[in-house]
């Protein structure tokens, strides 16, 4: 069985950069596409994108010039940077499987932008 | 980017009455590969999304034979056959065809 779980600050000052990661078990990180995607508290969701073990990224257009998805297969983990955040940024960030059908999701978590 | 609509927005059900979700997507979402990359995910309180459906109409392993997805090109459909207390929560519709990929507004579904 997949798992997923994303770690990383709960709370991060305006300006400063956002780091999360997530760790996979139960699948092979070098099979799949492993995505994050957010949703700020009442809103809807945002795709943020998507990295494969050959260094493939894709980034949502509306975040690309702020965000960095990268992996360390060695750890089986992938992680998010985004720089220069503010209070829009503010949302429960979460890690899945797959890119085009995310089959499977970690549990989320929040991160709030406040100083 | 393409934009996921559903409707309704708000689907108040009584227990074993049916129950249905559209969603419309703003262009056609048949890939190029030929697949559909129409996904339903059911988000219940406090809880992560959870896959149900993929590729409009494939249901995941674990899924009750109640949830149901149907669809082409731009109109896709989930339809509960006999909605029970536990399918309380928000569904979303999402597009994985064409970049980025996008989720409609959700669907919440609570009872009568």
């Known amino acids: 069985q997949v798992q997923l779980q994303e770690s990383g600050p709960g709370l991060v000052k305006p300006s400063e950069t956002l780091s999360l990661t997530c760790s996979v078990s139960g699948a092979s990180i070098t099979d799949h596409y492993w995505s994050w995607i957010r949703q700020p508290p009442g809103k809807g969701v945002e795709y943020i994108g998507y990295?494969?073990?050959?260094?493939?990224?894709n980034y949502n257009p509306s975040l690309k010039s702020r965000v960095t998805i990268s992996m360390d297969m060695s750890k089986s983990q992938f992680s998010l940077t985004l720089s220069s955040v503010t209070a829009a940024d503010t949302a429960i960030y979460y890690c899945?499987?797959?890119?085009?059908?995310?089959?499977?999701w970690g549990q989320g978590t929040l991160v709030t932008v406040s100083s | 980017d393409v934009v996921m609509t559903q409707s309704p927005l708000s689907l108040p059900v009584t227990p074993g009455q049916p129950a249905s979700i559209s969603c419309t997507s703003s262009q056609s979402l048949v890939y190029s590969d030929g697949n559909i990359y129409l996904n339903w995910f059911q988000q219940r309180p406090g809880q992560s999304p959870r896959r149900l459906i993929y590729?409009?109409?494939n249901r995941d392993s674990g899924v009750p034979d109640r949830f149901s997805g149907s669809g082409s090109g731009t109109d896709f459909t989930l339809k509960i056959s006999r909605v029970e207390a536990e399918d309380v929560g928000v569904y979303y519709c999402m597009q994985g065809t064409h970049w980025p990929f996008t989720f409609g507004p959700g669907t919440t579904v609570d009872l009568k």
């Open positions: 899945a499987k797959t890119a085009r059908v995310c089959d499977d």
């Open positions: 590729k409009v109409s």
């Open positions: 990295v494969y073990y050959t260094g493939i990224t």
